[in-house]
């Protein structure tokens, strides 16, 4: 066969290749589209998804943000964590129960000398709210004290950011569901670390 049978033949070949490969992408966007709908990489869940976080060993959630949809009527959140102890050494971390039923207001404190390590909820559309666990990490000879609470840091439907104080650690957690709203306001517990 000549060169220009050979070119021509070629030249066929690049609108089917250039369809297969329209094709694939395509596929491909829709499966990813699938496995995480309104997927948002700045947040560690999407809209009434379970949510599932927990800082590495030895850290503590440093920074805690979340933005409200009334659509869904539900929070994205995205947290970051901060060393908090001795790498070196063995930490002990526990998980609660769940802290609240749907709509109900609760206060968590992480046990005695304890920091908040992660969390856990999930939602219910029939609720329009979020049941809660929280992961609390200790470490012997280490102390919290001077412990404080936050006012509330959002208003309703608000999104928000807060970030621990410097020299502090999040050790707790309180909140209440509004019907109305179908949301919750927060307020967050912190202490200085101390040898003991």
Known sequence: M?????DSGFRSCLPVAMKLLLFATLV???HAANLAP???PRYVNNYDQLLNFNCPSHQSISQVQ???DNGKEDRMWDFRCKGTFDTSRTV?????????NFDEAFSFSCPFHSALNGMESYHDNGKEDRRWKYNCCAQSNVCFSEC????YVNNWDEQFSWTVPDSYFLAGVSSYHDNGKEDRRWKYHFCKKISC
């Open 2 to 6: 000549g060169r220009q049978g050979r």
């Open 28 to 30: 491909a966007g829709l």
């Open 148 to 151: 404080l609470w936050t006012d």
């Open 92 to 100: 002990t971390c526990t998980q609660s129960n769940y802290v609240n």
């Open 38 to 40: 309104n997927a948002d």
């Open 66 to 68: 979340s933005i409200h």
